[in-house]
């Protein structure tokens, strides 16, 4: 018997899950916002709900909140931890880089969790440093400016220097001659930091962004100038910060201890010519997507407690070393932080080239061979798989036989050619799992795969998966005590023949087929894409029009549940406003061509236009079940109710 502990292993849920996912005893999937298996909430209460309401509609995007909290406090909790256990003579402070995730609501759900341990923000253009001021940070929290800087974002950051406790980070070293402009002219003096180039490269996907060829960062001769300009115009007290980043998801651990070595070392040595404060040693704390734990690039090789004792033990040794204070030790873990919050939830919508109809009971009067079938079907399990689908084979060319002398007819065909697949099916599974080599089943297993259509975008959702090809966990949110029987890919509604999930979590190089159960009948089937909390919600982009999911923010209370915020998604109207097709007129356009052009259109039909395209304008952009459902109810019912 198939067991919940099954799937968990199956999915490598506990392997990717960092806690926050489990599966209970009905094959639900369960989020524990707090890693407390006695406050969790079960996916299927809330899908519940939302199938409820009226103004939801699947896809749709969840937030845990408590999940950024207790990633602040784990990241926090392992760095001072560190401290502890070496005695570092100095403390850390938490930053949260606002590219990471803009949304207005994430980011004040950081603001607030994080301020019993004085986090900040690290912003990068102008449009991000106006978003973090709105945001009520408290005065003594960083607020790290980064990025190219114009004249208008230093002059802005210059002047609220001393409402918020900002530091202008010299990326270029051309910067630092219009930073000092500017703040004479206003009668300032700056907090700057520097962002010094390393020789240590990244490793993975993102090592564009560190080493000697990185964009931002100054050279060792630069940095030693720059030393040398706020010296001579007595602004050395402005140096607070040397920062450095060498790129994003650093998968392997001996790249960061070589990294923070060297950053380590020339702190040391600008810490004899100046009293810098901080060293922000940026972000690149990786996510495990794929639940592998080695150096490819969805995974990590080392854990967060590791990360942290190796920035706080380098830097501790070499400040020794060379007889210098500690500084306050910044980190800027961005995707840390994020990616786990927040998933998607999709309802597939049919499957591409039907093998197969669904489920059905025989009758009575069916041959012999369906309830044959229906019994393989039933009965096969690991031990008795081989003989079971040979089995199968057989009676489907008893079948066929059947058939050609003219003995039953084409819907028992049809009956008996669904369930010999279906049975193929779980041979298929079987065989994976009993790790089944032979021909036959190899064959057999290509023969079965299925394309599932999901109802979302993976552009606008998932945009890292097509992009850059990165794993992110995908799977079936129910039915997990039951064995899984089929073989699918997921391919998502855009017309665009990349929109695909290619791979699933489950080994380092991700798996190519998600295993999935037999759609029923009357059941919807839904899946979840876990950890977008990072990057995904603002590089999404609008392909084939479809915009933003709704969303739903979830609070767990003990044994209770809530929602706490819904932000809803995007209409077909706010899209084609946002692409310049004006819908204040829109209509009226449509109609006034529908009318114009002599196509005597009656009347009738020109009002059923009308109604549709209003219709259609204020609905959201994903394929919609919702209205049918209920109108069906309502003829069911006898009445009839007139929407708008
Ligand atoms: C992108 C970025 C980060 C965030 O990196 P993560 O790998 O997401 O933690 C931190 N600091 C700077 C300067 C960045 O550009």
Known sequence: MWKAEDSLELYGIEKWGNGYFSVNDKGDIVIMPGKEPSSSVDVMDLIEEIEKSKDLEFPVLLRFPQILENRIDEITGAFLASIKEFSYQGTYQPIFPMKVNQRKEVIEYIIKYGAKYGIGLEVGTKAELLAALSLGLPREALLICNGYKDEDYLRLALSIHNVNNIVIVVDLFEEIFDILKYAGQMGIAPRLGMRIKLFSRGSGRWVESGGEAAKFGLATGEALELL????????????????????????????????????????????????????????????????????????????????????????????????????????????????????????????????????????????IQIDDLCSAFKEINLDNYKEHYHDALQYRDELYDSFNLGNIGLEERAKGETLFWMVCRKAAFLAKQAEDESEEFQELKKLVSQKYIGNFSLFQSVPDMWGVEQIFPTIPLHRLNEMPSERGRIVDITCDSDGEIKRYAGDSEGLEYLDMHTLLENEDYYLGIFLLGAYQ???????????????????????????????????????????????????????????????????????????????????????????????????????????N
């Open 537 to 643: 919600d603002t590089l999404g982009d609008f392909h084939n029009l479809l915009g933003c999911a709704h969303e739903v923010h979830v609070m767990s209370d003990g044994a209770d549940w809530y929602i706490c915020q819904k932000v809803e998604g995007d209409t077909c109207r706010k899209l084609l406003d946002f692409f310049n097709y004006e819908t204040k007129d829109y209509i009226w356009e449509i109609m006034d061509r529908c009318v114009d052009k002599h196509l005597s259109i009656p009347k009738k039909e020109l009002e059923q236009i009308e109604a549709q395209l209003n219709r259609t304008l204020k609905g959201y952009t994903y394929f919609i079940t919702k209205p049918n459902d209920k109108k069906e109810k309502e003829k069911e019912m006898g009445c009839s109710v007139i929407r």
């Open 228 to 367: 040398r300009i706020l010296e001579e115009r007595g602004l050395k007290e402005s140096l607070k910060m040397i920062h450095f980043h060498i790129g994003s998801q650093i998968t392997d651990i001996r790249t960061i201890k070589n990294a923070m070595n060297e950053a380590a070392r020339i702190y040391a040595k600008a810490r004899k010519m100046c009293d810098i404060e901080y060293l922000n040693v940026g972000g690149g704390l990786s996510v495990d997507y794929n639940g592998s734990n080695t150096a490819t690039p969805s995974s990590a090789n080392y854990t967060l407690r590791e990360y942290a004792n190796d920035v706080v033990y380098t830097i501790q040794k070499i400040c020794d070393d060379e007889d210098v204070p500690c500084p306050t030790i910044v980190s800027e873990s961005g995707r840390a932080i994020a990616a786990y919050h927040s998933m998607l939830i999709f309802k597939t919508i049919g499957r591409k080239n039907d093998k197969n109809s669904f489920l059905r009971s025989p009758k009575e009067e069916d041959p």
